[in-house]
């Protein structure tokens, strides 16, 4: 009824990527990345949702796990 209270959230598109090693058969090496394209969210509001609402900055995170099962 009121498109001043619609928020629209604009499609956007992440690469996540994971790597895994076995050292040996108890510990295992896990390398993750996501959002490599450093995609960013936002949200708009209004008629034809065209005016900005709010952004979201993501960023990259990388991590490192090590798992060791006894």
Request: aromatic residues 14%; charged residues 20%.
């Amino acid at each position: 009824a009121n498109p001043w209270q619609d928020i629209w959230i604009k499609p956007f598109t992440t690469l996540d990527l994971t790597a895994k090693w076995s050292v040996t058969p108890q510990l295992q090496l896990r390398a993750e990345a996501r959002n490599l394209t450093n995609s960013n969210r936002y949200r708009t509001t209004g008629p034809n949702y065209e005016y900005h609402r709010a952004g979201l900055e993501i960023g990259q995170t990388w991590f490192l796990r090590v798992s060791y099962v006894i």
